[in-house]
């Protein structure tokens, strides 16, 4: 079946470390995202890659980091600079404009 | 920058309804608008893609509409069921990225 695998389903971070989400895909997608979602408000982006080996800020990087080393993943570090990390995790991606977004079923990720 | 906006919030119908969900935005230059669902703690569903030379997109039950000019599209649902009971989201691209808005909650009633 092909699709988005985001794992763990739950993510405890304790104060100042470090924690990575995974995102894996193998829909052949250049396009991958990183958006967060919180109680009763829109996704916001976070991080977004066009292509293998090329990411860009979305509106709310401060505080997080992604690479983007194969086409299939693209993991997502909370560094200890989040202060307000706890939130829902959504990784997407598309195969270029005008063509849907595929989401996987998220991480939340809440404060120790 | 562009802002997306759902009304209403939330919406409680009887099954059977037919119903109208509204998002509004406000930059017309755009490429596409998407409808998502959205199941409590899930990921989100693409529902149906309008790209900016379209006026609407049909999937069986779902009707979504795009005015660009007024920065308006509309998700009509037709006899609703309770496994409709769902957030949805509307987003936008006109840019690298889409834009979301804040969800409408519907809850449909046996």
């Known amino acids: 079946d092909g699709g988005i695998t985001q794992s763990p389903k739950y993510l405890f971070r304790k104060e100042g470390q470090n924690v990575t989400l995974s995102c894996e895909q193998n829909l052949n997608h250049d396009a991958m995202y990183w958006y967060r979602q919180d109680p009763g408000q829109g996704l916001r982006l976070i991080y977004y890659s066009q292509i293998v080996n090329d990411f860009q800020k979305g509106d709310i990087a401060e505080g997080y980091s992604v690479s983007r080393e194969k086409k299939e993943s693209f993991p997502l570090t909370v560094t200890s600079a989040q202060k307000n990390p706890t939130a829902f995790y959504l990784c997407?991606?598309?195969?270029?404009?005008?063509?849907?977004?595929?989401f996987g079923s998220g991480t939340q990720l809440s404060v120790l | 920058k562009q802002e997306v906006t759902q009304i209403p919030a939330a919406l409680s119908v009887p099954e059977g309804e037919n119903l109208v969900l509204n998002c509004s935005f406000t930059?017309?230059?755009?490429?596409?608008l998407q409808w998502f669902r959205q199941d409590p703690g899930k990921g989100l569903t693409s529902l149906l893609l309008i790209q900016s030379s379209q006026r609407e997109q049909t999937s069986g039950r779902l009707n979504a509409s795009l005015d660009k000019s007024s920065g308006r599209s509309t998700l009509y649902i037709a006899a609703s069921q309770p496994g409709d009971s769902a957030t949805y989201l509307c987003?936008?691209?006109?840019?690298?990225?889409?834009?979301f808005g804040k969800g409408t909650s519907l809850l449909v009633t046996p």
């Open positions: 930059d017309s230059a755009i490429y596409n």
């Open positions: 997407a991606s598309s195969s270029g404009r005008n063509e849907k977004l595929f």
């Open positions: 987003a936008v691209d006109s840019g690298y990225a889409l834009n």
